[in-house]
């Protein structure tokens, strides 16, 4: 069974707004980190927004900040991410994750250790 699981993609048209949720209910590990990555075909897999687990504190890709918020409802056990005015070329696959280490390096997608199976977004213009 999957730890981490991500839902609330879809297809949206240039501009719109989309919430990305992952189910963080089901882990077994003790987090110090979640991210959210996404990868577009024949692209690398590249570094959305994490969260540190024991101070809260949130860093986002350059490309997406003031335009996606972080954060986690911890009366659902999800962490979301609100995506606003998106763009053609934000069309992926977005993967959730997780990490047990130090959590330094936030940006760094080989280091979480657990990952959810994805969720597609489309962005049409």
């Known amino acids: 069974q999957a730890e981490l699981v991500e839902s609330g993609g879809g297809e949206v048209q240039v501009g719109d707004s989309l919430t990305l949720s992952c189910d963080i209910s089901?882990?077994?590990?003790?987090?110090?980190?979640f991210g959210w990555f996404r990868q577009a075909p024949g692209k690398e897999r590249e570094f959305v927004a994490a969260?540190?687990?024991?101070?809260?504190?949130?860093l986002y890709a350059d490309s997406v900040k003031g335009r996606f918020t972080l954060s986690i409802d911890w009366a659902k056990s999800t962490v979301e991410l609100q995506m606003n005015n998106l763009k053609p070329e934000e069309t992926a696959v977005y993967y959730c994750?997780?990490?047990?280490?130090?959590?330094?390096?936030?940006?760094?997608?080989?280091?979480?250790?657990?990952w959810g199976q994805g969720t597609q977004v489309t962005v049409s213009s």
């Open positions: 994750a997780g990490r047990t280490d130090l959590a330094a390096f936030l940006t760094r997608h080989n280091l979480y250790t657990h």
């Open positions: 969260v540190r687990w024991a101070d809260g504190h949130t």
């Open positions: 089901k882990t077994t590990f003790r987090p110090t980190a």
